[in-house]
């Protein structure tokens, strides 16, 4: 198996190489990218250096930016800058060539082409050109542009023509066209005139100074820190119920709900908020004192008695990381709990020393005992109720759902793709000493977010293929922190399995997993970053002519960071903001629709989300009845597994309308039919997850990806894809509604095979 290491020179942690007696010059060279690695490999054999491995992946617990923002980063901003037009004076016929008037003589091409070129090889227009910001490689794609203008033009600027004209007679200096020349190049190449300006406004090295409702009150920060089933959040949630105010801040939007019920069941009035959904304790839906939500949800502006900001140790995640250092820095609240890893706490007491803010830290040891068994399962036929088998494909967790069927186990399952209400449900059912269903097959979805009472943990597999930011499929050994997390889900407190067990499905993993549980987990040396929509709107002011993809290149090119911090990955807004880049839409507008929650490996998904910009970009609104139409509403339960992703599909297109909902209310304005729609949907692939082995054998026995090998990103062929089903879906929309299902399910199955 071929091994590629990327070698990083910055203090951002992927792969550390712990070194001891090394020079240290090497000491620094401390982030190492692993890519397709065998997971017990071992490059050293002299005690000075050891590896330590970690996911490099999008989904990772690195802070590592991704390797695309690290090339964008490494760019000169002269590479990254689009020219724009030269709207200067256009002269027409109709006024008569004014500049020939004037000198009484026409130019010639002949004539002024060796001119221009004595001009590129004068010494003092190289030197001028570089004082004023032009680069040896900008200066002649500046000149080039210069020179087409101005043998392009039937009628030249008068004030052109003149100076030509002098410079042909003796009468100037070939050097008195550099005025002209770096007034076209600075309209062309706006940045030349504004670079400072960008360079201030990309300044991200002191992220405390943007929140000054924080700064102006004393907080006191906790940390709870422990592994998985300690209790550590308890203990912050009852310090929110007995306060006069509070907000929850969760990674998950189950996690919010779980908060916003046991609040309001305990007595105290809580309001729950996410990018799809608000829910009012009060009729009246006045806002109560105390509020749940997701991270990226939390405020800023509002002052509170006592926050919550759970999973702390996200700070690290390389897309959503910035969320929780906002939440860190910018919380107004007197109390602060923190619950995570351990690995968070001295980054985080570093951000906070330099807000003069210190940490009270509260450690908390598992409350059940957790044992690593000495056997591997080897066959599906061992298992026992209570079992929890973990894997990191939809096609195994398919073919162990199957196999394990066809054996007589009543089988829960539980995928990342799967809407909330159906992920409890399933959760219910396996968690029901009175329901048959003892075996549970999932994804790393269980890692949070969910309550379940799991006695054994098997890994199927300890690598983890994932698609790294170019969309390359990368194969990583699952890092400690996740392995911990998922591992930690077996023996739950107040449960009948006081005690819980961790194995893997194949020998040869045994080991390895027994090593990874027993390794400390790395300390986080970076949080997240991103830029804002306000930071943004200023870089577009200044740079008029680029498109937002070019103005998130240029900003992530200049941006200035303490060691303190990464740029989080910024590639789907990218690959979002090149869906729309033909769309007319303000720019506000534009950014917010590329930050919406977009599943970008489903075309269906990205092609409902073009339709939904070209609907709000013709202002024309999107009612229910619209929706029904383009969606193909009602829908039929699935008879196979192409069907039932094709609704999980459908699910989040709804998902992606109540998003935008919430910021775009005059033209999604139908949330509460919409919802309605969600919910039927939801008892439809309730049914078909329930009876998932049926859908398997009426595929074939398969299902879910067929990925093999590299997928390499191409985002215009993925755009031709998304425009080419799009138009599918308008033709298919006058077509009978006999035919609607069929011609759905058609495009569904194309996707899935893709």
Avoid at 74 to 91: E, M, N
Avoid at 374 to 388: F, H, M, Y
Avoid at 418 to 442: E, F, G, H, M, R
Avoid at 587 to 599: E, H, Q, S
Wanted: a neutral charge; hydrophobic letters at 35%.
């Amino acid at each position: 198996m071929r091994i590629s290491l990327r070698c990083y020179l910055r203090s951002i942690p992927q792969c550390r190489i712990v070194t001891t007696n090394t020079p240290a010059i090497l000491s620094r060279m401390v982030n190492i990218r692993i890519i397709d690695r065998p997971p017990h490999i071992s490059l050293f054999n002299n005690n000075q250096i050891s590896i330590r491995f970690c996911s490099s992946s999008s989904s990772s617990s690195s802070s590592l930016p991704s390797p695309n923002d690290n090339e964008i980063k490494d760019k000169d901003i002269d590479t990254l800058v689009q020219p724009g037009q030269d709207h200067s004076t256009q002269f027409s016929d109709e006024w008569g060539d004014i500049g020939e008037e004037i000198t009484g003589r026409k130019l010639l091409k002949e004539e002024i082409i060796p001119l221009l070129n004595k001009f590129l090889q004068r010494p003092t227009v190289r030197q001028l050109a570089a004082e004023n910001g032009l680069k040896p490689k900008l200066l002649i794609e500046a000149f080039s542009s210069f020179r087409k203008k101005i043998l392009d033009s039937k009628i030249l600027d008068p004030e052109i023509h003149i100076l030509l004209s002098d410079i042909l007679q003796g009468k100037g200096h070939v050097d008195d066209l550099f005025p002209s020349f770096i007034k076209h190049a600075k309209t062309i190449y706006p940045h030349i005139d504004c670079l400072d300006d960008l360079k201030k406004i990309s300044d991200l090295r002191l992220p405390p100074n943007w929140y000054p409702e924080a700064r102006t009150i004393n907080r006191k920060f906790y940390f709870h820190c422990g592994p998985t089933n300690s209790g550590k959040t308890y203990s912050a949630l009852n310090r929110f119920l007995e306060s006069k105010s509070g907000i929850y801040c969760g990674p998950l939007k189950m996690l919010a709900v779980e908060v916003f019920q046991k609040a309001n069941n305990a007595g105290v009035a809580c309001d729950l908020i996410t990018g799809e959904e608000r829910r009012f304790s009060d009729e009246n839906q006045s806002p109560s004192a105390h509020v749940s939500c997701t991270v990226e949800m939390s405020s800023v502006n509002q002052m509170y008695e006592v926050a919550i900001i759970d999973e702390i140790q996200m700070v690290r995640d390389p897309e959503r990381g910035w969320a929780w250092t906002r939440a860190l820095l910018g919380i107004a609240a007197e109390e602060i709990h923190l619950c995570g890893e351990k690995a968070a706490l001295n980054l985080i007491i570093e951000i906070l020393s330099t807000t003069g803010e210190v940490v009270q830290i509260n450690e908390y040891k598992r409350l059940t005992e957790l044992n690593v068994e000495d056997n591997a399962l080897e066959s599906l036929e061992n298992v026992q109720p209570g079992d929890c088998i973990v894997c990191f494909s939809k096609r195994d967790i398919y073919n162990v759902s199957l196999k394990l069927e066809r054996m007589g186990h009543n089988v829960a399952t539980i995928y990342g793709t799967l809407p909330p209400a159906t992920k409890l449900l399933q959760c219910s059912k396996y968690n029901n000493p009175n329901d048959p269903c003892n075996i549970l097959v999932a994804t790393d979805a269980i890692g949070m977010g969910l309550n379940l009472s799991i006695r054994r943990i098997i890994f199927y597999s300890l690598i983890k293929p994932t698609f790294n930011s170019k969309n390359e499929k990368t194969l990583d050994v699952i890092p400690v922190s996740q392995a911990l997390q998922i591992a930690g889900r077996a023996g739950r407190y107040n449960t009948q399995y006081h005690q819980g067990y961790v194995t893997t499905y194949k020998p040869e993993d045994l080991p390895i997993l027994k090593e990874v549980l027993a390794s400390p987990i790395e300390d986080i040396e970076a949080a997240g970053l991103h830029p804002t929509l306000d930071q943004i709107e200023m870089f577009s002011f200044l740079l008029p002519n680029a498109s937002l993809t070019n103005l998130l290149d240029i900003f992530v090119s200049l941006c200035q960071l303490n060691p303190y911090y990464f740029m989080c990955n910024i590639e789907s807004i990218k690959f979002l903001a090149g869906i729309l880049e033909h769309i007319s839409l303000p720019l506000r507008a534009r950014y917010v629709f590329c930050c919406a929650p977009v599943d970008n490996k489903s075309n269906f998904v990205c092609a409902m989300f073009l339709k939904y910009a070209r609907q709000y970009s013709n202002n024309q609104p999107m009612t229910a009845n619209w929706l029904c139409q383009t969606l193909k509403f009602p829908f039929r339960r699935p008879i196979n597994m192409a069907e039932l992703d094709h609704l999980l599909s459908v699910y989040d297109c709804l998902d992606l309308y109540l998003w935008l909902s919430y910021r775009f209310p005059d033209v999604f304005f139908d949330q509460e039919s919409v919802r309605d729609i969600q919910r039927k949907l939801d008892e439809i692939i309730l049914d078909g997850v329930l009876n998932i082995t049926k859908l398997l054998r009426a595929s074939g026995g398969g299902g879910g990806e067929h990925h093999k090998g590299q997928r390499m990103y191409n985002p215009q062929a993925r755009f031709k894809q998304i425009n080419m089903l799009l138009s599918n879906n308008d033709n298919s929309s006058t077509s009978n509604n006999n035919n609607n299902n069929t011609l759905n399910y058609k495009i569904s199955s194309k996707i899935h095979h893709h």
